[in-house]
Structures are given as structure tokens and as C-alpha cells.
């Protein structure tokens, strides 16, 4: 089957004819919209005339940027990452994801649980909803996703083979590469910032210590192959309401370091924390500081007793794992330390590069005043400069928890 | 075309009908001989009846481990591996490997120059052989294939779409990860020793700060994809002479830690180092710890000197690399401290498996007295163990050369 690019007639046409779709509508009562927010993808909702409760979501790549157009090219076949990843969350941690009702790799689509009673938790964020079950949520979402398809639970054949089909998620990952590693921490056109910050923008640009350090993470990031992660699990990859948290937008899966995924939690909820100091509601700011803590605190944990369970590994074979006896404790410290202090190190320089970079986040943008976003930038800039050059002894939530405190204590 | 196992008199069929190999000898003027020392492959010389000069090495893998047989099965598959990575040698470093003929994937075979002015190394050094040119050589192939391979130097799209060649060679790693990171150190059928060694065996085998150290180089093996190694590179898998060097035998390439190479041939020609212990050859002995350390010395150096030459690539952008000025050189400093600190805990873990693994060497198994042998076996045990417990720290020449001296000082 051939690629088409779809509109609100011809993907009635595809539902009706899909063997998958068929059963949702009768020919006739489908109706459509295009709902996208106009970055990258087509988004439909497609739903009964004559039963609200009827409908999914279709979601549809095109290739080239939408929101610049067919100057911007941009493959197409991200899709393909998207569905596979999908899939595996499905597997792994199907609670955690919308339902799959359909996917289709030549058509680069995938119809999916429309999810109109949650929102996207950037959003939830601007309107100060406190969400009591997602710290619960995205830690058991991350520690099954990440350590299900990592050595410490696969098998090495099972692993390759699960990474096989994400090696040329080329694209997405050189995107990452570029802009939240390179790019931003020197001369590239693409890079905007506050005239207010031109300052401190300038003194990172040539902070060669900040440099080296964003460089050897960069590394990590090229070629730690440890797990299937998501790639660019910020606020705005999530839906929620109170009772249910989704995971979307996937397509920057690929095999790569387990700290990224929970260092982009935690950095955007970092910096939403900091556009706080600028906005009125302390107490969402609490909320805010604890959740991200809550997060990394969760993950350590369970990832750990999760961890402690599995008695037969690719890393650890069954009398390996016995004949060492209480040593398996050290061990799993040591390796939680490590993706612990890699997670702060990436959330460093996602931290830094929304200040600098071609990309800039909702809650700090929205402050109209430049000198009152400013105040929130600086911020950011000044704990993301921290994380970044001492990520290797930030392996534990107390120390963590004092840079923080330490670095903004300025603001309080 | 369709696969099936080649013998003295089919592979004359063979080598006349391909297109590639036709011009190498007329219908009726080739004879074949099998020559394979019985591991592994079967290994043919093909040759001119009437002209001695004119001759070629069929090289094919057949679907079991040949010295075993067809019960102990071991994918044919193999041979992909090794043809694809001769293939990016020849691009990168050809003059450190045999000139290749002819490349058969579906029939699992290679046709390449007949080194019959060379010998494995191994055996060169049995008969106390010195190679001035060994480390000037080596080195030079490590440096250009790794460092050719890396995101030092490739672009991420080219590294990715040589790595999704590689990617599924999961039989021959997972052969590395159970017999040179686990099996040794733990109950398991395969492992043998030297009965004087008994205790020293066991010792390890209950030293949970070695089998954390050697779990920690596990996981880095297994998830670093750092570069195309060759995955088995010891003193068996070069042939030379006074002149040439040349690298065979490379079924076991995938994208792994560049220290992992390194490692295998310094830790090699340490082993060979302490089989003089007990052998009579002292100038010998010395050419061989000089030699050793050679290697690393010239890769390091070669390694810091051709990557800076690299203005522009993946890890770093020609901006990011021109505004960083001189902090470069910090940065090259870090990474090849990381890899040379790899590399000795590599080294480590491969001198440790051979004296309690499945697989020994030649070197240390020809010595026939027991207890001689031990003094040797009880050297390399104390070495190893002394490079995987610290080799974060042994990231340069002299504290490694030290940690040498003063670990074996007992014995001169």
C-alpha cells in the first residue's frame, strides 16, 4: 500500500475500509476534523453524528514540517518509531499510553483512544492543576519502559532485536543532538533569547567548562545504547486528568540512555517551578518542586525493587546473581547512581537550551513582561549551569534536592 | 543463491565460475587443500598447479562449531559479520588486513590474499620472534578504524547506517559477554584450571568487589556503541611479518567500546609477558612489556593527533568546535582518559577469563609443568584483578606501567 496524505473526505474513506477500524463506524455516521496544533503531524478526530462517545484519534506524519511547510522536510517515516514504540509501551506498560486501535507504517498512521478528558500537562500546568497520581504514574511508566527493555531484564537477543528496529531513527535523534546539546552553546541562527539575558547568554556561550560537560553528555546520549527510550518525554508528551496519565508524541524512540527520559521530566518541571517565581501561587510552586522530586524518588525506588526481582539476566545470569549474594545491593546502587547523575546532567542542558536554543517552553514564554521572564530564565540558566557541570556527584535526591535549594536561594 | 558447505574438490567449481575470481586461475590449473587449524571455519588455499606464486584463502563458516561438530551449532551468520567489517577495513585501513577478492555472503565465505609470509602472532611469539614494526602497526589500525568509525569522526547518519549492519550480530557478542564477563566468575560447566591454582580460582570467585567491577565492564560492553570494534582482537587474530601487519578474523565487529580493542591486545601481549616468568628469554620478555605499552602509547597519541584534525563532526560542529578554542584539548584529554581507562579494565577481565574460563591461550597452556604453569596463571590472576578493581583510576601510561611493575615486582 502506498503513502497519501489524508483530509477530513479520504480518511473517512480509510476508516471505513480499514479490516482494524471498520467495526468503530457505519458508512455514513463517520465524521472528521483536523485538530492538529500545527507543528509536525495531521491529527483527526473522527466520530459517530450520531453518538458523542463515539470516536479516535488518527494521527498522520507528513513529510516536512508542517508549521513551516514543504521547505522544512522532515521524513515521514518518524512514524514508523512512533507505531514501534507504541507497541512496545503497550506491552510493557499498557496502562501508561492511550489504546492502540490501529497502525499503519506505509500510511505513517496510528489510530488511537481519543483522550478528550485530558489535557496536556503543560496546560494542566499554566491553569495550576495539581495532578495528586503523576508522580505515581510517569515513575512506574518510566521504570517499566526503561528497565523492561534494558540488559538488566532482556535478554541480549531480544534486546538487539528490539533495538534493530529503531538504529535509523536517524533524523529525530541528529535533532536532539543538534539542539539540545550543540547548538544552543554556540553561533547558530536558530537560536533566540530575552535581549534581557544577552548577558548571561554570552557568558555561556563561552563557559568551556559548561562546554566540555554539555559535550561528554552529548556523548552519552550518541552512543549509550541501555534501553528503549522515549526521546523527548517533556510536559508536552504527556496527557492527563486526575486518575489517568498518558504518554504520546514518540517518535524520537530509539535505543539510548536511561537517564534522558527522567532527566526531561524532571528538568520541565524544574522549569516550571522556576516560572513561579514570577507567577502567584506558591503553593503550585511547592507542588510543582515536590512532584519533581516525587519522580526521581519513585523511579529510584521502584526501579531498584523492580530490579531486585529479576534473578536471570543478560547482565546478571542466574548463578552470578546468586553466588554474589548481598553484593547485588552494591551493585544496583552503583547503577541507579549513574543513570540518577546522567539524569541530571540531561536535564541540565534541556533546562539550558529552552533559555537559548531554537525551542522555548509555554510556562516561561507566556510571561509577557521581558524583565519579569527574565528573572525566571536567569534562574534556570544558573541551576541547568550547576546540573551540567557537576552532574557526576548529583547522584543522590539529598544533594539534588540542596543544589537546588542552594542555587535559587537568591529568589526566595 | 543458495548456501551449502564447499570442499576440496566443489570450491574449484566454485572459484572458476565466480566472476570475481575467474581471472585468478584458468579451468583445469587450480587445486584446493583444506588448511583450517579446526576450530572454527573451514579454510581453503586454492592454488595454480604450474605457478607456485599464484595462490588465493577461501575462508567459509559452516553452521557449527567445527572442532565439536554438528552438535554444538553455531549460526553461519557469522560470516556476515566479518565480511562487512573487512569491507570498512579495506576503506579505513587497507593496508592493516589481506587484500580481499571476493565477498559471498549467501554462501558464507571470503576469498583473500594467501599470507604465506606471515604467522599468527601468537605463534611468532611462541618462538620469541621480535616485530619492530607490531606497535607502530596496530596501533595505526585501531586508530583508524575506531576513531574512523566513532562519532568523533562520522556523521550520525553514516555511524547509524554502518551500525544497523552490525547491530544483529548478537550470537558472537553474547559469546563475549557469557565467557569473558560472567561464565569465569561464577559455577559453570565450561570453566577449567590448573588444578595448583585451586585456591586462587576460588578467591575470585568469592570477591564481589572484582565480580562488580567485572559486571560494571559487562554493562559497558554491552551498551556502549562507541564505535565498529573488532570484538576479539588478540595476539591469535594478527598475522605479520618484519613488514606487514594484518588483522583477521573479525566475526566477532559490532559497534562496542572502543577500549574493548585496545584492551585485547594490550592485555594479550601482557599475558605473553608473564609466560617469561617462567621461560628463558628475558631480552624477550622485555621486548614484550615494552611492546605492550608501546601500543597503548602510539594509540593514544596517534588517537588525540588525527582527531584533531577533525574540524567538523558529529560530537562537535564546526562552530562549537572553532568558539572552544583551546579547552579542545580538555576535552580530548577526558575522552581518551575514558578510554584507556576501559581499555585496562577490558585487558583485565580477558586475562582473567583465560586462567579460569573455558578458553586459554597457547602461550601459558605450553607450559607443562603444573606448577610452573601456576606461577604464571597466579602472575596474570593478580594483574587482571588489580586492572578491573581500578581501572577508573588507570587512565594513563605511567600509573598503569606502575600498577605492572609493582604488582609482579614479587617475581624478579
Redesign the interface.
Known sequence: MGYSILDEKSIIDYVINSKQLKGFFTSGDAEAKEIGDGNLNLVFVVKSKTNSNKSIIIKQAIPYLRCVGESFPLAKERMKYEIRSMIEYEKLSPTSIPKIYHTDEDMCLIAMQNLNNHIIMRKGILENIEYPLFAEHISEHLVKTLLGTS?FLMS??DK??L??KF??N??L??LT??FVF??P????ATNRHNPEIDEDVKKI?LD?AF??KA??L??IF?????ALIHGDLHTGSIMLNNNETFVIDSEFAFFGPIGFDVGAIFGNLLMAYCSYFVRDNKTYQEWLLKTAFDVLKLFEAKFILQWAQVEDS????K??FE???E?RR??QE??IRQIISEAIGFAGCKMMRRQMGVAHILEIETIEDEKQRAIVEKAVIKLAREFVLNYKKLDNINNIFDTVKNTLSYLH
Open positions: 540488559s541480549s537477543n538487539k532485536a533495538m534493530d538504529t535509523m536517524t533524523e535523534c541528529k543532538e543538534d550543540s547548538s552553546y554556540m553561533t547558530d556561550r568551556n562546554k566540555i559535550c561528554e552529548k556523548y550518541m552512543n549509550k545504547s541501555e543478560a547482565l546478571l545470569p548463578p552470578y553466588e554474589m549474594g553484593a552494591e551493585l552503583l547503577m
